[in-house]
């Protein structure tokens, strides 16, 4: 059975490509353009792992990752695929339940070897 990815980024490219790669590698790929919208997608599914970007309107990642860990619902892995490099930023995403942070631009192989890496 393939796993399921919960795509949540508010950047239809990143979306297209997300799914393009991970569709490709046998994953199920349900997308989400922010963080509101990616948690209705978790209230339907229960994702393998969640790939979500920090910068987006109405709910932002950090908004969306502490909104998916606080009732329990989500024990997911949550990969954090952004533009920022900022330490500070990176340290607030773990702190609200983050396992993983890929920088924008990134290359396919790098994102099939870091979902494989925190998916059991």
């Known amino acids: 059975m393939s796993k399921t990815v919960l795509a949540v980024d508010d950047s239809l490219t990143v979306r297209e ?3 393009f ?3 490709n590698a046998g994953y199920n790929v349900v997308v989400a353009q922010d963080g509101l919208e990616g948690l209705d997608q978790l ?3 229960t994702p393998d792992i969640i790939i979500t970007d920090i910068n987006m309107p109405r ?3 950090f908004g969306f990752i502490e909104r998916a860990r606080s009732d329990g619902a989500c024990a997911a892995p949550i ?3 952004t533009t920022e490099a900022d330490p500070e930023k990176k340290a607030r995403a773990r702190s609200a339940g983050a396992t993983g ?3 924008k631009p990134f290359n396919p192989t790098q994102l099939l070897e870091a979902v494989r ?3 059991p």
């Open 101 to 103: 942070w890929i920088v």
């Open 17 to 19: 490509l997300v799914t």
């Open 79 to 81: 990969l954090v695929l």
């Open 117 to 119: 890496r925190v998916t």
């Open 59 to 61: 709910l932002d990642g």
């Open 43 to 45: 209230s339907r599914c």
């Open 21 to 23: 790669v991970l569709s």
